[in-house]
């Protein structure tokens, strides 16, 4: 079933996040951002979070999730600990999502909108 396969590449990338986030020396170069680097490595997780639990958890599993895109690239130094253990729930709660849809969900329109349009099929 394609759910279990798009729950399983989900599961390994953010397990992949957890990995490299878990990987720095020294906490601290979690929110460097120096050169022609954009984004921290750290505000960079929370917004990949952020969009994971908006546009899956809450948009299609009505999780109740409450998304702050501003706090994703201003919040700094959030210990690393933390970081990690919302990966892990981003897996969870994702993973309850995507064993409660059904076929018919995959084949609906995504519930929001772009311009009056729908932004994509959930599954194509």
């Known amino acids: 079933m394609i759910k279990n396969t798009i729950a399983e590449l989900v599961e390994r990338d953010l397990q992949k996040l957890r990995t490299e986030i878990s990987l720095y020396k020294d906490e601290d170069n979690l929110w460097v951002i120096k050169g022609r680097i954009g984004n921290s490595a750290g505000n960079l997780c929370l917004h990949l979070l952020g969009n994971l639990n908006h546009f899956i958890g809450q948009t299609l599993c009505n999780t109740g999730y409450v998304r702050y895109r ?3 690239f201003s919040l700094k130094h959030i210990p690393r600990q933390d970081l990690l253990i919302n990966i892990d729930n981003c ?7 995507f064993s409660g849809l059904t076929d018919t969900d995959l084949e609906k329109d995504f519930p929001l909108e772009n311009m009056e349009q729908p932004l994509v099929r959930c599954i194509c």
């Open 70 to 72: 501003d706090d994703e």
């Open 91 to 97: 897996i969870l709660i994702l993973n309850n999502c």
